[in-house]
């Protein structure tokens, strides 16, 4: 039924720039949380942000704090992940996903679900 699609993804230099944007369809957009995740293989996903839709509250994995920046469109249902000087050992999948807002923000990872395919972000020299 729902879907996301996840893009932007790229091939970038270490201290690089990447955008990346995620299109929801409204029945997964209703859940009010949105993040971004990023995997590896062999290694499990990891939560690296979230937004709360409704107001704009953001949430971010300390790994990725003052270098991300999560926002959204809500009129376009759309997230986007403003990523800066990134490092060689993030490179990976990122996946957008949704979560049901549980009181307390969205930045509890366990609960996000809804999965999108993904959008490769390669960084190298």
């Known amino acids: 039924q729902g879907q996301l699609v996840e893009s932007g993804g790229g091939s970038v230099q270490p201290g690089g720039s990447l955008r990346l944007s995620c299109v929801a369809s409204?029945?997964?957009?209703?859940?009010?949380?949105m993040g971004w995740f990023r995997q590896t293989p062999g290694k499990e996903r990891e939560g690296i942000a979230g937004?709360?839709?409704?107001?704009?509250?953001?949430y971010y994995a300390d790994s990725v704090k003052g270098r991300f920046t999560i926002s959204r469109d809500n009129a376009k249902k759309t997230v986007y992940l403003q990523m800066n000087n990134l490092k060689p050992d993030e490179t990976a999948m990122y996946y957008c996903?949704?979560?049901?807002?549980?009181?307390?923000?969205?930045?509890?990872?366990?609960?996000?679900?809804?999965w999108g395919q993904g959008t490769q972000v390669t960084v190298s020299s």
């Open positions: 409204e029945d997964i957009y209703r859940n009010r949380c």
């Open positions: 937004i709360m839709t409704l107001f704009g509250p953001t």
């Open positions: 996903s949704a979560a049901k807002w549980d009181g307390n923000g969205c930045g509890n990872w366990l609960t996000y679900h809804s």
